[in-house]
């Protein structure tokens, strides 16, 4: 299974990014993708995830209404729109597979991308 994630890069406060993860090798019968964050210094966290239907997508707390996360299956890729973009998001972002599709720990995705520098400048 491999998992490339793309599209971070600087962007000023109140800006817009979207990540994409392309995903091979990976039978979704029963998967989900997620993506996780790790700002300098912080533990890597949970930001949203979404299951093979697309039927069931989660979000941290704090984060949805700004973040949204979708696919497109034709092209086995998952995408995190990330909307009004905050100084305090500047994170590594990865995405990630697992077959247990209801979990947000990151220990349950035994399959993880390089991860994505996004950087939101003041």
């Known amino acids: 299974v491999q998992l490339q994630a793309c599209g971070g890069g600087l962007v000023q406060a109140g800006g817009s990014l979207r990540l994409s993860c392309a995903v091979s090798?990976?039978?979704?019968?029963?998967?989900?993708i997620a993506w996780f964050r790790q700002a300098p210094g912080k533990e890597r966290e949970f930001v949203a995830r979404i299951t093979r239907s697309g039927s069931l997508r989660f979000y941290a707390d704090s984060l949805e209404g700004r973040f949204t996360i979708s696919r497109f299956n034709a092209k086995n890729t998952r995408y995190l729109q990330m909307n009004d973009l905050k100084p305090e998001d500047t994170a590594v972002y990865y995405c990630?597979?697992?077959?247990?599709?209801?979990?947000?720990?990151?220990?349950?995705?035994?399959?993880w991308g390089q991860g994505t520098l996004v950087t939101v400048s003041s």
């Open positions: 990630a597979a697992s077959y247990a599709p209801h979990s947000s720990s990151a220990p349950d995705f035994g399959f």
């Open positions: 090798g990976l039978t979704f019968g029963n998967s989900a």
